[in-house]
C-alpha cells in the first residue's frame, strides 16, 4: 500500500491542526502552525523537544518526521523549565 502524502496533525493543548507532507520533522510542522516547541540540541540527545503522539508515546519533535498514517494527535509538554 501507498504512504500517505498528507498527514493531518493536531496539535494539543492549543487545539491546532495542520496538514504536514509525508516525511516533515514535527518541529517544522509544528512550526508552520504556529506552535513554539522548546529545543536544545536538536539531535534527539537533550529532549527538550519532547511531545507526546497519542497511541505511541513520547517522542523527541526535533528526530521524528510525520509518517505512516492519515491523522496525528501530538500533546506538549508544560514544563516550566523549558
Ligand atoms: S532538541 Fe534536543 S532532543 Fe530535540
Redesign the pocket.
Known sequence: MPEKTTIQVRFLPEDVTVICPSGELL?DCAARAGIRI?????????????VEIEGRGPV????TSVRGVTEMIVTLANDPIW
Not at 522548546?38 to 519532547?50: K, L, N, R, Y
Not at 523527541?60 to 528526530?63: D, F, G, L, V
Open positions: 518541529l522548546p529545543t536544545g540540541c536538536q539531535m534527539g540527545s537533550c529532549h527538550a523537544c519532547e523527541c519533535a526535533c528526530i
